[in-house]
């Protein structure tokens, strides 16, 4: 069958699923390519969301994955504001919710992303409660942030990890008053450990960020439809006006759920399970971006990766993969993150208890450094905290699993390359 004669349908306007778009094309497949995409919005990237867009430092243009006009350009049909309800994998069909179409494929790529973890407690139903994932929940909450700036108004946030602080970042650039709950010890615990987790609490206290550590929020207290307080399992009260859910996310999966697909085990962050190549337990079904769990044999563990970086790589492999070429998805994690003066980003995969330690090279206290987390005198991943231009020799290091002495990572005169075999 030549690609003329062809359908690739991709579910999932995300960056993921727009990359894959772009990569089909561009990898010269000429058959029919169809992105279904359950936005209104064209597709987009995330990261501004909760950085230079909701700080109001960004266009709102300058969040879309391509022009508007390059969909036709390109000759690929684009459905927005529509949901597949049903894969049927042996008439290798897919399904529009809205009006029952039913659509052919070829070849599958599911890109479906992750939704916000909703807080189960009474009063989420309040007009002043929020979760940001998607383009519409930035813009409204750009605008609860600017009237909290100017009312004197007060953000709580549950959970401490990389969208909340960055919302709690921006909220106090606004000028609104902020209170994070978090259960674990610190910010940011199960992915940086304490130690790092503390830098991270010091500079938002600087910056006049409340912590409420160990504790969960057990209620939203309003008035007539309105946010006045959280309840939290510690018996105290936060006064509020708006309330930030940000508890994490989960991988969207009922579709391949009921298509039988195999799915991760969710205890250890399920998602739709793929091989190296993208590919799911239906040959002709692909995964990629927040909702692919994937082999990684550098780690030695199937990852689950939520991360702007994932879904750039990860959309153009699997549409390289569709297409029949030779694939091997194993790229190291990466992911960046900026709260008010501090910019940092991250390489590897380090869960706790996967390391022995962290070597610091560099001044913690000035927040100019990098920080290893190291097993056996190897690096399993590096953060780099306003020290800039270093992720190719970090990325390197973790590939090499070379064996370095904790002197030579700590020594900042030492050249990051040199410990690359």
């Known amino acids: 069958m030549v690609d003329a004669d062809q359908t690739f349908v991709i579910v999932g306007g995300g960056l993921a699923g727009a990359k894959a778009a772009e990569t089909l094309r ?19 990237e995330r990261p501004p969301l909760s950085k230079g867009y909701l700080l109001g430092k960004e266009e709102r243009d300058s969040v879309f994955v391509h022009e508007p006009t390059w969909y036709a350009n390109h000759d690929v049909e684009l459905h927005l504001g529509q949901t597949v309800d049903a ?49 519409a929940h930035a813009e409204r909450l750009k605008g609860v942030l600017a009237a909290l700036g100017r009312d004197n108004g007060h953000l709580v946030i549950a959970g401490a990890g990389w969208i909340g602080l960055e919302v709690a970042a921006a909220a106090r650039e606004y000028g609104a008053e902020v209170t994070v709950v978090e ?34 929020l057990t209620e939203i207290v309003g008035q007539d439809g309105m946010v006045l307080a959280a309840r939290t399992d510690d018996g105290e009260e936060q006064p509020a006006h708006d309330v930030l859910a940000a508890i994490g996310a989960a991988p969207r999966v009922s579709l391949a759920e009921a298509a039988g697909l195999e799915l991760a085990d969710r205890a250890h962050g399920g998602g739709i399970v793929v091989d190296d190549r993208l590919r799911t337990s239906d040959p002709d079904i692909y995964a990629a971006g927040d909702v692919a769990a994937f082999p990684h044999a550098l780690f030695d563990a199937r990852l689950r990766v939520e991360h702007w970086a994932n879904a750039l790589n990860g959309g153009p492999a699997a549409a390289r993969a569709m297409l029949g070429q030779e694939v091997v998805y ?43 987390w190291v097993k056996d ?29 904790t002197e030579s990572l700590a020594d900042p005169h030492v050249p990051l390359e040199s410990l690359v075999p």
């Open 26 to 44: 561009a990898e010269g497949f000429t058959g029919r390519v169809i992105l279904i995409c359950d936005e209104r919005d064209h597709p987009y």
């Open 87 to 135: 894969i049927d994998r042996t008439a290798k069909t897919v399904r529009f919710g809205e009006d029952g179409t039913v659509v052919r494929y070829d070849k599958l790529l599911l890109a479906t992303g992750a939704e916000p973890r909703r807080l189960d407690i009474p009063g989420t139903d309040l007009a002043g409660v929020h979760h940001l994932r998607r383009l």
């Open 183 to 216: 259960p674990e010890p610190t910010p940011l615990h199960g992915v940086l450990g304490p130690e790092l987790g503390q830098l991270f609490a010091e500079l938002h206290r600087e910056h006049g960020v409340r912590f409420c550590f160990g504790a969960r």
């Open 330 to 372: 194993d790229r190291v994690p990466y992911f960046f993150s900026d709260q008010y003066d501090l910019g940092m980003e991250y390489s590897g995969w380090a869960p706790p208890g996967s390391y022995d330690e962290v070597v610091i090279r560099g001044d913690a206290g000035k927040r100019e450094f990098i920080a290893f």
């Open 377 to 405: 005198h190897r690096v399993l991943a590096g953060m780099n905290v306003n020290v800039w231009d270093v992720t190719e020799p970090i990325q390197a290091l973790i590939r090499s699993q070379a064996q370095v002495s």
